[in-house]
Each structure stands twice: as C-alpha cells, then as structure tokens.
Nanobody, 128 residues
Framework: QVQVVEPGGGSVQDWGSLRLSCTAS????????MGWFRQIPGKERVAVSC????????YYSDSVTGRFTISKDNGKNTLYLQMNSLKPEDSAMYYC?????????????????????WGQGTQVTVSS
C-alpha cells in the first residue's frame, strides 16, 4: 500500500523561509516522479514544483521560480521543498504526490490529475 506523508509546514513572516518534507513508502521511490501542489479553499489544486524520478530534471511554476527549490533523496525516500522569500500569497495547503510518468520539464507532467498517490497535506501560512 502506497503511503505519502508530509510532516511539518508551519507559519512564518513575510520573506521568511520554510522547508517541507515528504516521505513515501510502498513504492519504488527511485522510479517515481514527485511533485508539490498547493490549494486554497474554493480553488483548484495547482502545481508548485515537480521533479523527475532521478532528481535530474525539475519544473517550477512561474510564481515560485527563483524562490523555491525541489529536491529528492532516493536513499531516504524523501522529497523536499525549500521555500525562501515567502509571500502571503504562498499561504495554502501544500500536498506531496507521486506518479510513475514520463517527466517533462515543460510542466505538462506537473499537473494534479497525473498524480495518483497523495499525502494528507500540510498548511503553510505566511503573514505580512
């Protein structure tokens, strides 16, 4: 049974930093692409960043490029999202997800409907 767990999250001031982590079990982690998505109430879940199975290719949404960094440690079955220069508009529920897919740096493989194993979500709140 595949399990994806995201501990952490939290609250931070404007321009602060947070690191999210996500562990996955029940799957061959090194064969899976992983992604971070976020959602605010009443809105659809949108992509933040995704990473290929090897960790060698990444995609970032325009809103986080240059501020967030995604990384993947296959030895620890763990995915990370380092978030710097946080803004109030980054406040959302953040979800980690896994998928066995052909990764593309164009972003077409970083859409929620392509991912089938999801964590429960972790809240990030940025205050001004």
């Amino acid at each position: 049974q595949v399990q994806v767990v995201e501990p952490g999250g939290g609250s931070v001031q404007d321009w602060g930093s947070l690191r999210l982590s996500c562990t996955a079990s029940g799957l061959n982690f090194e064969n899976f692409s992983m992604g971070w998505f976020r959602q605010i109430p009443g809105k659809e879940r949108v992509a933040v960043s995704c990473i290929s199975w090897s960790g060698g290719n990444t995609y970032y949404s325009d809103s986080v490029t240059g501020r967030f960094t995604i990384s993947k440690d296959n030895g620890k079955n763990t995915l990370y999202l380092q978030m710097n220069s946080l803004k109030p508009e980054d406040s959302a529920m953040y979800y980690c997800a896994a998928a066995e897919l052909q990764f593309s740096t164009s972003g077409r493989s970083c859409v929620a409907k392509e991912y089938h194993a999801w964590g429960q979500g972790t809240q990030v709140t940025v205050s001004s």
